[in-house]
């Protein structure tokens, strides 16, 4: 820890647009935030670890501010109720980030995401299953002072039910990662 941090500033603006109506709901967001004092970590070979010091990562990572750091991107959420019965939605979402004092990318900001999900639920209301696949891109966008490392894109597909005994009260089950996908 640094108990000497500066508390972040946070500039931000978002244009957002949505639209609902019976069936279709629809939902943008463009992003823009520039930020001073933003907190974040680097790893610091000056300090090596006390607990397994032989393990890897050999040195801790300190916290400290940097001057400036900019984050732009988007997310777009639509949802479409085919029949009383049957629906669908997707998401798309994505941020950018700088750390412009170290001229490199902003530390554990996720790629590209996007999740797309079919949902069939029962006149009543008391019975649902949805099926669901997240789609992740590839991350080359890391932080050298944070020790990231890229990471490959990957495909997810997870599975729910639903059981509503009261309107007050849900139980689920779910198995997610059916097809057992290895990922970062």
Known sequence: ????????????????????????MLET???????TDYITAAVNSDIRRVYMPN????YVKQYTNIEEAVQRGFEAKMSYQLLNTLGFRGSVGYTWAKNLE???????IP???STLAARYEQQNGRYWAELELRLVGEQDRVAP????SATGGFEVVNAYLGYRPLDDLEIRASIENIFYATYY
């Open 55 to 58: 393990q890897d990562p050999k």
């Open 1 to 24: 820890g640094n108990p000497g941090l500066d508390p972040e500033q946070n500039y931000q603006a978002d244009l957002i647009y949505s639209y609902s109506s019976d069936r279709l």
């Open 145 to 148: 002072s944070f020790n990231e």
């Open 29 to 35: 967001d463009l992003f823009y935030s520039y930020m």
């Open 102 to 108: 170290w001229d490199e990318p902003l530390p554990e």
């Open 111 to 113: 790629p590209l995401e």
